[in-house]
């Protein structure tokens, strides 16, 4: 949500913000707006003025005695006027502010210029390649040979984009959850946090996935919400509240479930699991002093890498340009795993700064020790990191040429000892 005071003030710098977006001159459409809502409550204010003459008027008649039939006709007259325009000023309110919800934050000056993918910057790489003496398989390739990996059956209960894991395989996803849970609660810093995972529109709204996102989300029969992210439940836990400058930041994490209807993706990696209407993702998010987002920012990137580092996954960090940064965020760092079985590198986690950008929809606010002055907090979000996606990474790069899976060493002892998955 952006400020209209900020736009008012600026609106020909708002309109050059917009345009590394692909949004044209929003500027006088919503200052217009708002002219309209200031107007109906500047004629609000000037009929209580008159209202309250009124008023005046008639108890000076009544303690002279004068007819005030009159008058209280007047009175009548503004009393329906008052009425409708208490009725227009929260419809003009609502009208201004879903205007300003549906565009994009501003983007960091750092982003660089760019229509999608393809103008994003590289900034490290980390991890060696692994020369494979055979050619190396894709994952679905690898789980169905094993017979782990079911993608008949889920179709069977639930349709396309669906997959049944089995066994060690099975097993295997789950070590994977709670390898990261840990990492991240005992050496990283965040509260492990248990969540729900149907919320109502405003805090779909408040994060950014309603209403822009509203086809790509499952919406159940009484509106409520199955969470895409984890971060819509994390992140407003502080909606409406006032935190003390001295808890900041706040990092909470959480294992979930969770729910894309993938409306835009029709064609897109249908085979296996890269892209499911159900997955399961370990989630960061930090609520934090406007002054520490940035290295905020950098340190969550960091917690990311760690675990694919811990893992041994060959990854790299791409900033991602004004095409591809996400409609919430200020920033966004991409890290991408290598996987053999198609040669390339594929997104397993995303960081972003989103700076005031959701606190201001969700009206989280700080105030410093011993101060009176209140301002929004900064959010950020990231994948630490998606649980399926990082499932594929290990089968496609620990892959064996007899079709076996070696575990990596940081998650057998979440395997009961096991150091490899073999066909039954």
Known sequence: MHDIKTIRENASGFDKEMERRGVKAPAAGIVGLDDFRRGVVAELQQLQQARNSLAKR??????????????????????????????????????????????????????????????????????????????????????????????????????SRFTVLR?????????????????????HGYTETAVPLLVNEAAMFGTGQLPKFKEDLFETTDHRWLIPTAEVSLTNLVAQDITPGAELPIRLTALTPCFRSEAGSAGRDVRGMLRQHQFTKVEMVSITHPDASGDEHERMT?????????????????????????????????????????????????????????????????????????????????????????????????????????????????????????AS
């Open 167 to 187: 066994g060690p395989l099975a097993r295997l996803e789950r070590a994977l959850g709670q390898f990261m849970l840990d990492i991240h609660t005992t050496e």
């Open 302 to 422: 960091r917690c990311a890498e760690t675990i694919l580092e811990r893992l041994e996954l060959p990854y790299r960090r791409m900033l991602l340009c004004a095409g591809d940064t996400g409609f919430s965020a200020a920033k966004t760092y991409d890290l991408e795993v290598w996987l053999p079985g198609q040669g390339q590198y594929r997104e397993i986690s995303s960081c972003s700064n989103t700076r005031a950008f959701q606190a201001r929809r969700m009206n989280a606010r700080f105030r410093e020790a011993g101060g009176k002055k209140l301002d929004f907090v900064h959010t950020l979000n990231g994948s630490g990191v998606a649980v399926g996606r990082a499932l594929i990474a290990v089968l496609e790069n620990y892959q064996n040429e007899d079709g076996s899976i070696t575990v990596p060493d940081v998650l057998r002892s979440y395997m009961g000892g096991e150091a490899a998955i073999s």
């Open 58 to 159: 008639i108890g000076d008649a009544k303690r002279d005695k004068s007819d005030t039939s009159e008058l209280e006709v007047e009175g009548s007259s503004l009393r329906r006027l008052m009425e409708d325009l208490n009725a227009r000023v929260p419809q003009a309110e609502v009208l201004v502010r879903s205007h300003l919800g549906a565009f994009p934050n501003i983007l960091d000056p750092e982003v660089p210029d760019g229509r999608d993918e393809s103008a994003n910057v590289q900034l490290k790489t980390a991890g060696a390649i692994r020369n494979f003496a055979f050619a190396p398989k894709q994952h679905f390739e690898i789980g169905e040979a094993l017979g782990l990996m079911d993608f008949a059956s889920a179709a069977k209960l639930a349709g």
